[in-house]
T-cell receptor, first 111, second 110 residues
Framework: EPEVTQTPSHQVTQMGQEVILRCVPI?????FYWYRQILGQKVEFLVS????????KSEIFDDQFSVERPDGSNFTLKIRSTKLEDSAMYFC?????????FGQGTRLTVV | EDQVTQSPEALRLQEGESSSLNCSYT??????LFWYRQDPGKGPEFLFT???AGEEKEKERLKATLTKKESFLHITAPKPEDSATYLC???????????FGTGTRLTVIP
């Protein structure tokens, strides 16, 4: 069964460092998303990407964040200068139409 | 502002004891309501999408229903492997992103 794959599963970084989280969406899907979940809180939308551009973004997705589809299979989330409050699970998701399928997440810990 | 409220926050059931989880929503013109299952440390796993009031969908021991204000996830004769957090999310018109509730943490005791 096709699935969304995320790497790494866990990343520890120092405050102020840049991190890149990677995702391989399901191959025939057209819409790609990033969500995050701070420990004990709800899943929050960050950004959606369609046709090689951002289609929607939330207030959380400020200038410190960027997304890219560098080739035909990968979808990345970059955080330029990490802060302690960026520590969370980051989920990539993809959809063909409305039903989004999520990856297993990257646990980002900023120290 | 879109709102999704799930209740109860946590629910403990004996194996075989049926129950329902509630998701109340406020969204201008619902495009879709989604149920996901989330195991600890894992990503949400898609269960159902409901699009219009009166719609019902079933999968094994789970049945989801939708009215104009809320959705229910009915769990019939649950087993310990049904233990997880169940998330409800809504999608507004013209948007593809999901707005999640805080979830109901279900524990099924053998």
């Amino acid at each position: 069964e096709p699935e969304v794959t995320q790497t790494p599963s866990h990343q520890v970084t120092q405050m102020g460092q840049e991190v890149i989280l990677r995702c391989v969406p399901i191959s025939n899907h057209l819409y790609f998303y990033w969500y995050r979940q701070i420990l004990g809180q709800k899943v929050e939308f960050l950004v959606s990407f369609y046709n090689n551009e951002i289609s929607e973004k939330s207030e959380i997705f400020d200038d410190q964040f960027s997304v890219e589809r560098p080739d035909g299979s990968n979808f990345t989330l970059k955080i330029r200068s990490t802060k302690l409050e960026d520590s969370a699970m980051y989920f990539c998701a993809s959809s063909e139409h409305t039903e989004a399928f999520f990856g297993q997440g990257t646990r980002l810990t900023v120290v | 502002e879109d709102q999704v409220t799930q209740s109860p926050e946590a629910l403990r059931l004996q194996e075989g004891e049926s129950s329902s989880l509630n998701c109340s929503y406020t969204v201008s013109g619902l495009r879709g309501l989604f149920w996901y299952r989330q195991d600890p440390g894992k990503g949400p796993e898609f269960l159902f999408t409901l699009y219009s009031a009166g719609e019902e969908k079933e999968k094994e021991r789970l049945k989801a229903t939708l009215t104009k204000k809320e959705s229910f996830l009915h769990i019939t004769a649950p087993k310990p492997e049904d233990s997880a957090t169940y998330l409800c999310a809504v999608q507004a018109p013209g948007a593809n992103n999901l707005f999640f509730g805080t979830g109901t943490r279900l524990t099924v005791i053998p």
